[in-house]
């Protein structure tokens, strides 16, 4: 059975840090990509970042990028998200996944599955104030 089990989440003051985890049994997460995603109350989930197979060919969006950075410890089993200069508008609850066959090689790619085309977390609060 797979699971995902997040970590991590708090609440912060913006321009803060915070770094989630995602820790993932009966599931390989060196041998497919895996990312995280976010919702905010009465918005659409929307992803975040992905990470390739190999641990590379990551993919951010464009309202993260320079200031997340998304990285899996196959040893671990686990995926991390660190997410630096935080401000209020990142508040949500932040989800990771993955896929659940072994068809992206790309963050990108990862972050277009279909929600039943992936296994997801539980969630985990970030909440930042100005």
């Known amino acids: 059975q797979v699971k995902l089990v997040e970590s991590g989440g708090g609440s912060v003051q913006a321009g803060e840090s915070l770094r989630l985890s995602c820790a993932v049994s009966?599931?390989?997460?060196?041998?497919?990509?895996v990312a995280w995603f976010r919702q905010a109350p009465g918005k659409e989930r929307e992803g975040v970042a992905g990470?390739?197979?190999?641990?590379?060919?990551?993919f951010y969006a464009d309202f993260v990028k320079g200031r997340f950075t998304i990285s899996k410890d196959n040893a671990k089993n686990t995926l991390y998200l660190q997410m630096n200069t935080l401000k209020p508008e990142d508040t949500a609850m932040y989800y990771c996944?993955?896929?659940?066959?072994?068809?992206?090689?790309?963050?990108?790619?990862?972050?277009?599955?279909?929600?039943?085309?992936?296994?997801w977390g539980q969630g985990a609060q970030v909440t930042v104030s100005s």
């Open positions: 996944a993955a896929e659940r066959g072994a068809v992206c090689i790309s963050g990108f790619c990862c972050l277009r599955l279909t929600r039943d085309s992936t296994y």
């Open positions: 009966g599931y390989t997460v060196s041998s497919h990509c």
């Open positions: 990470i390739g197979r190999d641990g590379g060919r990551t």
